[in-house]
């Protein structure tokens, strides 16, 4: 699927624009994607949707009719339009590999390019990472609500797009889900799909016996009956038994029934007794109904016998604390060599600046303890005193005995991918190992237990240089206003 | 942008396969497509996404790479398969036009045509309509709360997708927006396009008035300039008030500046005195950050200056009660005459079977007074008893005096659109103005007064007949359930 560049907002635009008036376009700028809050108020994120956004980066080029329609705005020199014309990304991109536990405060991704290049690919960056990082991580939290069972994702009616359920359904696959109604997922990235009928099926026949013995005879093999139509377990369900009979008398085996409305836990217990008393001890039950990670967990302490949970609505518009939105930016951290910071009033809205790397840190069986945003080349050693990025006053010494590791490398080198592209079931297996990897707590679905993200020394010191060197200028300006007034 | 008819659920697929081992593909289906609660909790909906929808169904068909990928799945015969590359839509639609005001249980789109293309189109429609009537209603909410401000959308990379923040744009401009910074909807819809420039842009230059006079040297014309990159009022304002003298000097005006930061109403009060005093009342106040319709209603409360709202994470999610989907489902009503009805525990769960139309009741000076659910024909008449759809206990009879319309019309025959396409103007036109036709304190952003939507004495009887006959059904099943036990 092409990804048009004006699939931007206007002021990337406009800012090329200025910067090549003024002769800057050229000059060498690192930016740095990060989240200051994880999502869900959990103790984690899964980082996905970097192998979409490097295809973006590689194929980004204007169309003619794109530039007709961006000289129509009259906003724009024609120096400008013939500068977009030949406009390539051939930067360099810094990440961690999808389905990597991440944390809020920490660059997930960084560009190193031009100040043009590394500018203008701010909005698709964010509009890529923003919600495949949403999804992944939503989909990582009820897979591990589900402790064992099976999710699986029909979220597409309800995603934001049209094509939101694409992305969807690939990033719920970096985060654990086993497969998706989605067809087109199907195709493009070889997610399993998933499906059977839906209410109107049963509707479509005189009665529901008819219908299921219809489904059954066209799918001997696959059949999910849904058992919900009128009544779960005064007619679905004994229908369901009804037809499993005559599926094993043919040598098939009735895979499941689906239960999509009324009290989920109590049906499915009652539906597995009907079902074991009647020799289907293997057809499997799935259960969905606007499930999410805290109605999949409450269900499991009630003993709800469900093997696959269907999860739609919630997972797909990424429902819960934060209302939706990964709040990712995009923030210039160093231009020609010199770092660069965002003040604010508010302390966790100052930016970190500078060219980073982040540590991670790992006790000797792997486990993970603390991650570090260290200035490159800086080598945390035991001792070192490391600082909490939004209080500088809690700061502690690095403790010994600690393996470092580096969470990001370069995936990208002058607009070209470094390697090759990993398969989803990859990703989906590190997201899977990293969670279990977390210290206690820290995959908490509320309250969790915070994972330490600290600042180097190096990076507190010179984030304290800059905030004061800003101090100075805005008193000047301060007193200037005094004056006016 | 082609839709793929593979962006759709498998159960869609596996059910038309199924009908077409039975024989009933071409059995003549209506479907009804509908809310069961407004969204947001509030008092109304806006339709938006029916232009989208048509395109979409006039161009359904498969490409043979489809049918490929389709055929490796081996779910599906081959005679299945070459059903699908002849498959088009030909079916019938029936809705209001967009921007149409529409409330929680009446069908604001049907299909008609054989089974198979009304069954199929379900999950394509679904994802269309549900999430730009979300978005427009949201827009609308904002726009009714800022009251005369200017609404402008800025969500694109906090958009789902990566093209949601395409629909997010027009169906926004549906909903009253003015204005998007995404830059293909503007290509794509002719939306006018907005925005200016980022902190980066700021932090690139030596100092913020550099930067200033940096930008309004490129655009003197469009210049509106961040000011809170490191002291809004300190710095950003005066600032900005230096380099609108240079502007005017030069003949010149600056258009505004923005606050993305801190607290707006505070800060715009006191730029708003600043820029006045300086001689520059004209210079426009634009406020952003995590804005809301209840953000902006306590703002207007509290005596904001703002002038223009821009509007980005929760138009584009649609945060806010209901949590970012709306609940839109699509349900078969009638098969060949035949009228159908899906009951459930949950009264609010059980469809209104057979085809309908919904009218709409004015009075004289044309303000809205309520909808009746109808069977095709029926006229509603003073006097007609009509009933509550989720608590037929509840019924009233009909006063004189109401002037009736219809509220949907033929917007497509035989798989081909009916009349030209509206533009994105009349539809805001639209909404705005039916807004205005709401009784008294539907608008209300929080428990609003509930809008009045019935069912006709002849649907009752109808819905009542068949819940009977299943009752009857399932009563039988039950019985020879209790046998077995």
């Known amino acids: 699927m092409r990804y048009s560049p004006l699939l931007t907002d206007l002021y990337e635009l406009t800012m090329l624009a200025g910067y090549l008036e003024e002769g800057m376009t050229e000059q060498h700028a690192t930016f740095d994607l990060f989240f200051r809050t994880n999502p869900y108020e959990g103790g984690y994120a899964i980082f996905a949707g970097l192998a979409p956004a490097l295809e973006y980066l590689e194929n980004l080029r204007f169309t003619p009719e794109e530039l007709v329609y961006l000289t129509t705005l009259g906003l724009f020199t024609p120096r400008f339009i013939e500068f977009l014309r030949d406009f390539r990304f051939r930067g360099r991109v810094t990440a961690p590999p999808e389905g990597t536990v991440v944390f809020a405060g920490e660059p997930i991704l960084s560009v190193e390019g031009s100040l043009a290049e590394a500018q203008f690919v701010e909005t698709g960056l964010l509009t890529i990472i923003n919600y495949q990082t949403l999804v992944a991580t939503k989909a990582a939290r009820m897979v591990h609500a589900a402790a064992g069972g099976t999710v699986v994702e029909f979220g597409l009616r309800r995603a934001h797009g049209p094509n939101g359920g694409l992305s969807c359904a690939r990033a719920a696959t970096v985060g654990g889900v086993r497969g998706s109604s989605n067809v087109l997922a199907g195709m493009e990235y070889g997610i399993p799909v998933r499906g059977t009928q839906a209410h109107s099926w049963v509707m479509a026949f005189p009665d529901e016996l008819t219908s299921f013995r219809a489904y059954a005879s066209a799918f001997p093999d696959s059949t999910i009956l849904l058992v919900d139509t009128w009544d779960t377990l005064g007619s679905g369900v004994p229908h369901a038994i009804t037809v499993a009979r005559e599926l094993r008398e043919r040598g098939n085996e009735?895979?499941?029934?689906?239960?999509?409305?009324?009290?989920?836990?109590?049906?499915?217990?009652?539906?597995?007794?009907?079902?074991?008393?009647?020799?289907?001890?293997?057809?499997?039950?799935?259960?969905?109904?606007?499930?999410?990670?805290?109605?999949?967990?409450?269900?499991?302490?009630?003993?709800?016998?469900?093997?696959?949970?269907?999860?739609?609505?919630?997972?797909?518009?990424?429902?819960?604390?934060?209302?939706?939105?990964?709040?990712?930016?995009?923030?210039?951290?160093?231009?020609?060599?010199?770092?660069?910071?965002?003040?604010?009033?508010?302390?966790?809205?100052?930016?970190?600046?500078?060219?980073?790397?982040?540590?991670?840190?790992?006790?000797?069986?792997?486990?993970?303890?603390?991650?570090?945003?260290?200035?490159?080349?800086?080598?945390?050693?035991?001792?070192?005193?490391?600082?909490?990025?939004?209080?500088?006053?809690?700061?502690?010494?690095?403790?010994?005995?600690?393996?470092?590791?580096?969470?990001?490398?370069?995936?990208?080198?002058?607009?070209?991918?470094?390697?090759?592209?990993?398969?989803?079931?990859?990703?989906?297996?590190?997201?899977?190992?990293?969670?279990?990897?977390?210290?206690?707590?820290?995959?908490?679905?509320?309250?969790?237990?915070?994972?330490?993200?600290?600042?180097?020394?190096?990076?507190?010191?010179?984030?304290?240089?800059?905030?004061?060197?800003?101090?100075?200028?805005?008193?000047?300006?301060?007193?200037?206003?005094?004056k006016q007034e």
């Open 254 to 482: 009735l895979q499941g029934i689906r239960i999509d409305s009324g009290d989920l836990v109590y049906l499915s217990r009652q539906a597995r007794t009907m079902l074991d008393d009647a020799g289907f001890p293997g057809v499997r039950i799935v259960g969905s109904n606007d499930l999410d990670e805290y109605l999949i967990d409450s269900m499991k302490n009630e003993g709800s016998r469900i093997d696959i949970y269907g999860v739609g609505t919630r997972l797909a518009v990424c429902s819960g604390p934060g209302g939706g939105a990964l709040g990712g930016v995009y923030k210039l951290t160093e231009l020609e060599g010199r770092p660069t910071l965002k003040r604010s009033e508010d302390p966790a809205k100052s930016t970190l600046p500078g060219r980073k790397e982040v540590r991670r840190g790992m006790s000797a069986d792997g486990r993970f303890l603390q991650d570090v945003i260290c200035t490159p080349g800086e080598e945390p050693a035991p001792g070192d005193t490391v600082y909490d990025p939004y209080n500088p006053l809690r700061q502690v010494a690095l403790p010994a005995g600690i393996r470092w590791s580096r969470l990001g490398k370069t995936v990208m080198e002058d607009g070209v991918r470094c390697g090759g592209e990993e398969s989803l079931e990859v990703m989906a297996d590190r997201s899977h190992r990293e969670v279990a990897l977390l210290p206690e707590g820290c995959e908490r679905l509320t309250n969790p237990h915070r994972y330490k993200v600290s600042v180097s020394k190096r990076l507190q010191a010179l984030r304290e240089e800059l905030l004061a060197q800003i101090n100075n200028q805005t008193t000047i300006h301060r007193d200037g206003q005094d």
